[in-house]
């Protein structure tokens, strides 16, 4: 009951402040709002670049498809691929 009482006051009072000083609360506006724009693109900016930076070198580490060190992979696959085929032989 404390908080709504408290918050009526203050929404009143709020209220009162900005009829009575409406032209200096739309000037602290007008030089408010350049300036968030500006560390908000600023930031923008700067976590597109991170994210950018991220996928880059998340291609970097990535193999080729093809390459090297696929081979024992592709053959240890190929003979689970077998096992799995005669453990579902067997059970039927």
Known sequence: MKTLIGGAIAAVLGLIGLTVWFRPFLQLLAGAIPIML???????????????????????????????????????????????????????
């Open 38 to 92: 500006l560390l908000g693109g600023g930031l923008a900016i700067y976590l597109g670049f991170d994210e950018l930076k991220d996928s880059w070198k998340k291609e970097d580490q990535e193999p080729k498809e093809g390459g090297e060190g696929t081979g024992p992979y592709k053959q240890e696959i190929d003979e689970l691929k077998k096992e799995i085929e005669t453990l579902k032989s067997d059970k039927a």
